[in-house]
C-alpha cells in the first residue's frame, strides 16, 4: 500500500531480469516508477486509511472504490508500455507451462489473500478500519517471517524502527493540516474571501 516501497521492492527484482532479457534501464525504470504510483490506490492502501481516520471517512468506501481506477491504471500503463516496446528486440522468455503457472498461483496465495482479508473484514463488519490495518500488518508479518521467509528476526528490529519513521514523519504532516485547518476554520477564512 505504499508507492516507495511497492517501486523499491518490484525495482531490485524487476530492473536486473529487465536488463538480462535487453530491456534499456532507464525504460525499465520508468515502467517501474511508474507502477508504483498503482499501489496507494489498490487495497492495501496506507494512505486511504490515514486519509480516512483523518477526515473521518469510510474507509471500506474508499478500498472500494480504488479497485477501478487501479486497474485502469494498470491497463493504461500496459498499453503504453506495449506502445514504447513495439520496435524493441529483447529476448522473450518461454511462455510457462499450465503447471509451472499453478504453482505461481499457490506461491501467491498467501499474498494474495491480504486484499481478501482486509475488504471482507471490512464489508463484513468483523473489524474496523483501524483493526484492519492492525490485522494486515500482522498478517504480513507473519507471512514475511514464516511463510515466504523474506525477513528474519534480527532484520525486524531495523524494520520496525523504519516504519516508526516512515509513521511519525505522516502523522507529523496530519498533525500540521489538521492545525491548518482548524486555523483556516477559525479565522473564518473561506466566507471572508467570499
Known sequence: GSAIADTAALATLLIP???DHGYPVPRSAGLIASGGIIA???????PFIIFGVTTNTSISSLFM???VPGLLMG???IGAWMFVVRDMTVKLQPKASGRE???ALGDGVWALALPVIIIGGL?????TPTEAAV?????SLFVALFVYRQVTLPQLVPLLVQAARTTSTVMFLCAAALV???MVTLADLPQQMT
Open 180 to 182: 491548518s485547518s482548524y
Open 123 to 127: 464489508r463484513g463488519g468483523i473489524f
Open 75 to 77: 491497463l493504461g500503463l
Open 65 to 67: 472504490a480504488g479497485i
Open 40 to 46: 496507494p490506490i489498490i487495497p492495501p492502501s496506507m
Open 135 to 139: 490485522v494486515a500488518a500482522v498478517y
Open 101 to 103: 503457472r499453478l504453482k
Open 17 to 19: 531480469m529487465m536488463r
